[in-house]
């Protein structure tokens, strides 16, 4: 998927047969084993990856997932788009990522902190604050980032949490952090209604994924007086054509529990590939790859997508949704406002001087709607789709780049 996106842009622009082949391949991916004792006392071993796609622009930046569908393919176009988001927000930094083969929830918590530290015993080498700097990505949080950053400060011998991003406040974490991405998201929004003259609050979301980015907009849009007509996590969601009550949802969550096991006496249960085909005006995938494809573009029924997850349409489906006359908010756009303040989060750490929220969440704005402009601007310009746009910016600063530094040796 990643690949093709890059062909297509690339036939757009007209972007140098080279610079394209360069683009394609990552700079390095590293495989490693991961042995831990279980509380059993039974040995596992897990695989774990990280890859840099590009340091170009800056040291690599991106997530590390802990998923039992992670494998290395998945983890190399992850990090290519994470690329493709720092150079669309101008953030001087690369595209990196990373992942563990595990399902996390089967884990207890001495063995998710021992297989956390063994993994990034495994890539130390390949981490730093100007190497690459991790962050949480699905199934991870800032507990696990606060024992990567002690891993790492240990080997050193001092104290380093510019390391990773996403970690608790009180060893160097940014406050706006974890609802950065939702945060990030309604400010496009936001601008897109504006664009469109549309009221937010006469619209209708439904939102795939009850994470950290779908709840956090969830939230953020239900106290806006929004109406969210279904959400799903893991286990399948809840539609309600009134309005779902997101705060109970959010407690109910907050407990530990999963939405189908939700009291549904008003609502309806749906499933998650029926979730997005639930008449809306727009749709938010914000759980993982792949969900919006050929098989059942032509059943969604929405006005506009924003992309909280990376990657949720196909390029075959986006250009179904193309024609269908569906806006869609790319990924590396819709999604950014996380590394966005996990490059303030990084930088507060490297100046020891830290921000309060107001900064933060006005930072963020003023560096996502500089990039929504330009992404707009271009689509209208060149009558390309918001994300050709995106990948067009994006693409050609990192070109850019690879020029002015020229090929070593
Ligand atoms: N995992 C997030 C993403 O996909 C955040 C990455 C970061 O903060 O470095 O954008």
Redo the contacts with the bound molecule.
């Keep these: 998927m990643a690949k093709k996106q890059i062909d297509i842009v690339a036939k757009e622009m007209g972007l140098d047969e080279n610079i394209k082949k360069y683009l394609k391949r990552v700079e390095r991916s590293l495989i490693v084993s991961i042995p831990i004792i279980m509380d059993n006392g039974k040995l596992e071993v897990f695989e774990g990856y990280r890859v840099h796609h590009s340091t170009v622009r800056g040291p690599g ?3 590390i997932r802990y998923s039992k569908d992670v494998f290395l393919d998945e983890v190399k176009a ?1 990090a290519m ?2 690329t493709w ?1 720092n150079s669309l927000l101008k953030l001087p930094l690369g595209g990196a990522k990373g992942g563990v083969c595990v399902d996390p929830t089967k884990l207890s918590r001495n063995e998710l902190e021992r297989l956390t530290r063994r993994y990034t015993a495994e890539i130390i080498n390949m981490i730093g604050p100007d190497i690459d ?5 699905i199934n991870t949080n800032p507990q696990i980032m606060a024992w990567i950053m002690d891993v790492y400060s240990m080997q050193k011998g001092k104290s380093v949490p510019g390391v990773v ?2 970690k608790p406040i009180e060893i160097g974490g940014s406050v706006g952090r974890e609802t950065a ?1 939702g945060m990030g998201l309604y400010f496009i929004l936001e601008a897109l209604c504006m664009k469109l003259n549309l009221n937010l609050k006469y619209l209708s979301v439904v939102i795939q994924g009850f994470g950290n980015v779908g709840g956090n907009i969830a939230q953020i849009l239900y106290e806006k007086g929004v109406k969210i007509v279904a959400v799903s996590d893991i286990s399948g969601g809840l539609y309600d054509a009134g309005g779902l009550n997101i705060k109970e949802l959010i407690d109910w969550r907050d407990q530990n529990h999963l939405l189908e096991e939700f009291d549904k006496k008003e609502n309806e249960f749906v499933n998650n590939e029926e979730i997005l085909e639930i008449e809306c005006d727009i749709l938010i995938p914000a759980a993982i790859e792949n969900q919006i494809t050929e098989s059942n573009v032509d059943n969604i029924n929405c006005q506009i997508i924003i992309e909280g997850a ?1 990657g949720p349409t196909t390029p075959e489906a986006d250009e179904i949704l193309k024609d269908r006359g569906i806006i869609v908010v790319p990924d590396i756009l819709a ?2 406002g ?2 966005c ?2 490059y303030f989060e990084y930088i507060q750490d490297i100046h020891s001087y830290f921000w309060k929220l107001d900064r933060i969440n006005l930072e963020l704005k003023n560096v996502l709607l500089e990039a929504f402009e330009e992404v707009y601007t271009l689509s209208k310009e060149k009558k390309v789709t918001l994300r050709i746009a995106a990948y067009m910016i994006a693409i050609s600063r990192l070109s850019k780049a690879i020029e002015l530094r020229g090929i070593f040796p």
């Design positions: 930046k991106g997530g992850l788009w994470m988001k700097i991790p962050a949480p990505d991003t996403g991405t990376n999604n950014a996380g590394v303040v996990s």
